[in-house]
C-alpha cells in the first residue's frame, strides 16, 4: 500500500492564482482530512470527509474549496491564493470503525506552498 | 473541545529514557487520549493511544493517571531518530478530527 500520497511537493503561487491540492489513499478509507500548519504551530484542519459525497468545514475553511467523489480520492482547492495561504498542507485519513475515537489517521508527506 | 497542556520542549540523552508529560484536566469519560510524534520535514505519525489502563507497543508505552487527568508518553531507550515534535490529542467518540496544539519538541543528545 501506498498508504498517503500527495501532490505536488511543492508550489509557488502568485497572489490570486488558484491551484488544487490533490490527495489520494488506497486503504478504503472512509475519513478523509486536509489540514495546515504554520510555522512552529501544530495542525489547523481545514476541511474533512466522512465518505463520498460529504464534506464539512473544519476550523479554517474560508478560502479553500474540497469536493469528494471517490473514496480514494479528496483534492483541496485554492480559489484564489493569497499569501495568508502560505503553509505546509498535510491530508489525512483514517476509517471510520467504531467511532469511538480509537480510529488512527495516517498522514501524508505534504504540500509546501508559497504564494507571492 | 478538550484541550491538552505539554511543555514546549524537552532534551534528552539518547539510549536514556524520556518522559514526555501531557495534562489534560478537563478530559471525558468516553475522550482517547493520543499521541502523534512528528519527524522534521514529515507528515505526522501515530505513536499510542489509550483510555484508562497503561498501554505499551513496539514505539512507547503510555502511562495514564488514575483520574485520567494527566499522561505520560515514555520512549525506554530515545535515539537520535525520536528527535521530534510529539502532540498529545484527546479524540472524542465519533468526531473523526484531531485537535493539534504545539506539541513537545523533543531533542536528543548523542
Known amino acids: 500500500n501506498a498508504g498517503v500520497t500527495q501532490t505536488p511537493k511543492f508550489q509557488v503561487l502568485k497572489t490570486g492564482q488558484s491551484m488544487t491540492l490533490q490527495c489520494a489513499q488506497d486503504m478504503n478509507h472512509e475519513y478523509m482530512s486536509w489540514y495546515r500548519q504554520d510555522p512552529g504551530m501544530g495542525l489547523r484542519l481545514i476541511h474533512y470527509?466522512?465518505?463520498?459525497?460529504?464534506?464539512d468545514q473544519g476550523e479554517v475553511p474560508n478560502g479553500y474549496n474540497v469536493s469528494r467523489s471517490t473514496t480514494e480520492d479528496f483534492p483541496l482547492r485554492l480559489l484564489s491564493a493569497a499569501p495568508s495561504q502560505t503553509s505546509v498542507y498535510f491530508c489525512?485519513?483514517?476509517?471510520?470503525?467504531?467511532?469511538?475515537?480509537?480510529?488512527?489517521?495516517?498522514f501524508g508527506p505534504g504540500t509546501r506552498l508559497l504564494v507571492l | 473541545d478538550a484541550k491538552t497542556t505539554q511543555p514546549n520542549s524537552m532534551e534528552s540523552n539518547e539510549e536514556e529514557p524520556v518522559h514526555l508529560p501531557c495534562n489534560h484536566s478537563?478530559?471525558?469519560?468516553?475522550?482517547?487520549i493520543h499521541w502523534y510524534r512528528q519527524l522534521p520535514s514529515q507528515g505526522p505519525e501515530y505513536v499510542i493511544h489509550?483510555?484508562?489502563s497503561n498501554v505499551n507497543n513496539r514505539m512507547a508505552s503510555l502511562a495514564i493517571a488514575e483520574d485520567r487527568k494527566s499522561s505520560t508518553l515514555i520512549l525506554h531507550r530515545a535515539t537520535l531518530r525520536d528527535a521530534a515534535v510529539y502532540y498529545c490529542i484527546l479524540s472524542q467518540a465519533s468526531q473523526g478530527n484531531l485537535i493539534f496544539g504545539k506539541g513537545t519538541k523533543l531533542s536528543v543528545k548523542p
Open positions: 478537563t478530559i471525558s469519560g468516553t475522550d482517547y
Open positions: 489525512a485519513s483514517s476509517s471510520q470503525g467504531s467511532g469511538t475515537g480509537q480510529e488512527t489517521q495516517y
Open positions: 470527509s466522512v465518505g463520498a459525497g460529504i464534506t
Open positions: 489509550g483510555l484508562t
